[in-house]
């Protein structure tokens, strides 16, 4: 007697075949979503963190410095602010990277008596501690006295790129761009501005 034999046709396996990776792309595309909202939100953390503990430092240094915010510059076209023994000395739209130059730096105990008295941060050794992480940079970074009574006015816009985003770096990190829209070639990219008014308290 013939036995009847039941199978799949290949028309029926190229169906299969096709609605299975379908979903197999429809996966992927989600996990691949996933960790980019995932880095950027990890981005951006990282990126308001470093712009808010900036800015507290600064804030600090004015209400319990007792001295005047003192502007200073050097000859490498280098800039800073002295506020007592403490200064800050920092590049606008330079990227830490490799730790190769600096580009915001605390130091503590410095001799701000000249004007011309800020260390080259251009090139290593620097003096200082870099207060940005790698990846960052500034888009700007003003500490100005408003009139005489005390008060001044902090503002710390910190940036992220990843290093080596070059499409992306050539529009943010030459100043034509001062935030993270949506041409900007990079979803990675993260921007905190903070601005504040101190008062002195002694």
């Known amino acids: 007697m013939m036995k009847s034999q039941k199978g799949f046709t290949i028309v ?9 990776s379908v979903i197999l792309l429809m996966i992927s595309y ?42 200073v510059t050097n000859g490498s076209g280098d800039s800073g602010y002295c ?43 620097f003096d200082g501690q870099e207060l940005l992480a790698e ?5 700007e970074f003003e500490v100005n006295p ?9 503002v710390v816009h910190v940036m992220f790129l990843p290093t080596g985003e070059d499409p992306t770096s050539s529009d943010l990190l030459n100043g034509t761009q001062d935030s993270c829209s949506s041409n ?7 921007s905190s501005k903070l601005e504040t008014i101190v008062e002195k308290r002694i």
Request: hydrophobic share 40%.
């Open 135 to 139: 990846g960052m940079f500034l888009k």
């Open 12 to 20: 029926e396996l190229l169906i299969a075949t096709t609605v299975f």
């Open 83 to 125: 506020i007592g023994n403490k200064r800050f000395s920092y590049r606008i739209n330079r990227q830490v990277e490799n730790n190769a130059e600096g580009v915001l730096l605390f130091d503590q105990g410095a001799d701000c008596t000249e004007a011309q008295n800020l260390s080259d941060i251009s090139s290593l050794p």
């Open 146 to 154: 408003i009139g005489s009574g005390g008060l001044v006015q902090v």
């Open 184 to 190: 900007s070639g990079s979803e990675f990219c993260a």
């Open 30 to 71: 989600g996990l691949i979503n996933i960790s980019k909202i995932y880095t950027k939100s990890v981005n951006q953390s990282r990126t308001q963190e470093t712009a808010r503990s900036v800015a507290d430092l600064v804030a600090q240094a004015v209400q319990f410095g007792g001295a005047s915010v003192q502007p």
